[in-house]
C-alpha cells in the first residue's frame, strides 16, 4: 500500500517574534521544516510527502524540499483559510489507496520510531493518533466555573494522525465546522473509533522562542549520541 505524508506548514511566526513564518527559522543550521521532511524521508523509501505551504512562501518550500535531497519526492501545494481547508488540499494529492500520515511542519522532532509506530497501528486498527500522558494537574474551565479532571484520563494529542486515504477523503466532504481542530476529530464524526497509540514527549510542537530553545538541546543530544 501507498505511503503518504501530509505535511501542513501554514504558521506564521507572529509568537516567535520572528521576520518568516517559524517553519523556515534555522534549527542547528538547516531550516525547522526540514527536520520534519528528512524524518518521513527516511522513514520509509517509498514515502511521497505533500508539503501544504502558504501561497506566497511556495518557492521557499522548493528551496527547503531541494535541501532534503529528495525533491522528487516532496510535492507541493497551496494552503487554505484553516488547517481543515489546508489538510483537504492536500488530500486532494492522494491517491485512494494509501496510508496517510497528517503531521504539523513544526512537530520537527518526530522521529523515525514513532512514524513507523503509527503506520503498524492503522493498518491493525484503521487509524492511530500519538498521545502522550498529561502530567501537570488539569482544570476544566466553563461559563459555571471550573474543576479538577483526573490527569490519569486526561491525554495531550499529537501528530501524526494516521488513516487510511478512503476514510480522510471521506471525511473531508463534509462542510467545515469550528469544532474540527484536528483530523482525529473530523474522522470521529463519521462514527469510526480513534485509536490511541503512544507518542513521544520530544515530539513538541514549536510556537514560542522556549520551545526553539528546547528543540536545539534536543537536536544537540540526538547528533551527539549518533
Known amino acids: 500500500m501507498e505511503k503518504y505524508a501530509v505535511i501542513v506548514a501554514g504558521g506564521s511566526g507572529q509568537r516567535m517574534g ?4 517559524k517553519q523556515f527559522l534555522l534549527l542547528r543550521g538547516r531550516p525547522m521544516l526540514w527536520h520534519t521532511l528528512t524524518a518521513f524521508l527516511s522513514a520509509f523509501d517509498d514515502l511521497q510527502i505533500v508539503l501544504v505551504l502558504p501561497t506566497d512562501h511556495i518557492e521557499e ?5 531541494r535541501l532534503t535531497g529528495a525533491p522528487a519526492r516532496i510535492q507541493l501545494v ?11 488540499n492536500g488530500l486532494e494529492a492522494v491517491p485512494g489507496d494509501a496510508v496517510v500520515f497528517v503531521h504539523d511542519g ?11 509506530r503509527c503506520y ?4 491493525e486498527k484503521g487509524n492511530a ?5 498529561a502530567t501537570d494537574t ?4 466553563d461559563a459555571g466555573g471550573n474543576k479538577q479532571v483526573h490527569r490519569d484520563t486526561v491525554r495531550l494529542i499529537q501528530t501524526p494522525q494516521t488513516f487510511f486515504s478512503a476514510t480522510l477523503k471521506t471525511a473531508f466532504e463534509r462542510d467545515y465546522n469550528d469544532s474540527f481542530t484536528d483530523e482525529a476529530n473530523v474522522v470521529e464524526q463519521l462514527g469510526i473509533a480513534i485509536h490511541l497509540v503512544e507518542g513521544e514527549t520530544t515530539n513538541i510542537k514549536i510556537t514560542s522562542p522556549i520551545d526553539l530553545l528546547l528543540a536545539e538541546k534536543i537536536l544537540e543530544k540526538r ?3 549518533s
Open 18 to 21: 520572528a521576520d518568516r513564518p
Open 129 to 133: 493518533i500519538p498521545a502522550v500522558a
Open 61 to 65: 518550500g522548493k528551496s527547503v524540499a
Open 223 to 225: 547528533e551527539a549520541g
Open 106 to 116: 513544526v512537530r520537527c522532532l518526530i522521529t523515525p520510531g514513532l512514524i513507523h
Open 78 to 88: 497551496t494552503g487554505g483559510r484553516t488547517r481543515y481547508h489546508s489538510v483537504k
Open 120 to 123: 503498524a497501528a492503522a493498518l
Open 138 to 141: 488539569v482544570r476544566l474551565a
